[in-house]
């Protein structure tokens, strides 16, 4: 399968469990990889045949902005749903690092691997 991948996208949103974390936007780093076949944007070179990585970018954006969830594995389960939805992906691999959140240490985040048949087992 192959990939097509976004990695360093910056968002801030508010996240977190804390009320103090409630009243502050923070960084949200996204680290995205894309499993596709992209042979047929190869063979035609129009972009009708690929997927439009800017609406990839301006997805997650807009879902971190507007749901402002307590968890990161909450932000992440409702990107990799909307992504399946909006883009003819087959898989996704999503990384989410929330950069300051414990002192002292270089990365903290969540990453999820889903593929397209584990929402029609697992319903919405």
């Known amino acids: 399968m192959d990939k097509i991948y976004i990695r360093g996208l910056k968002v801030e949103t508010i996240i977190g469990i804390y009320d103090w ?5 923070r960084p949200l780093i996204f680290d995205l990889d894309l499993g596709t076949d992209t042979r047929p944007a190869a063979a035609s070179d129009r972009m009708r045949d690929s997927i439009d990585y800017a609406a990839v970018g301006d997805t997650v954006r807009e879902i971190a902005l507007a749901l402002k969830p307590e968890l990161l594995e909450t932000l992440a389960e409702k990107i990799a749903r909307t992504l399946f939805d ?5 898989s996704v691999r999503l990384a989410i690092d929330k950069p300051g959140a414990i002192p002292d240490v270089k990365g903290i985040g969540i ?4 593929r ?5 087992v697992c319903g919405r």
């Open 86 to 90: 909006r883009f003819p992906i087959l």
């Open 21 to 25: 974390e409630r009243t502050l936007m």
């Open 116 to 120: 397209r048949e584990d929402y029609a």
């Open 111 to 114: 990453e999820i691997e889903r």
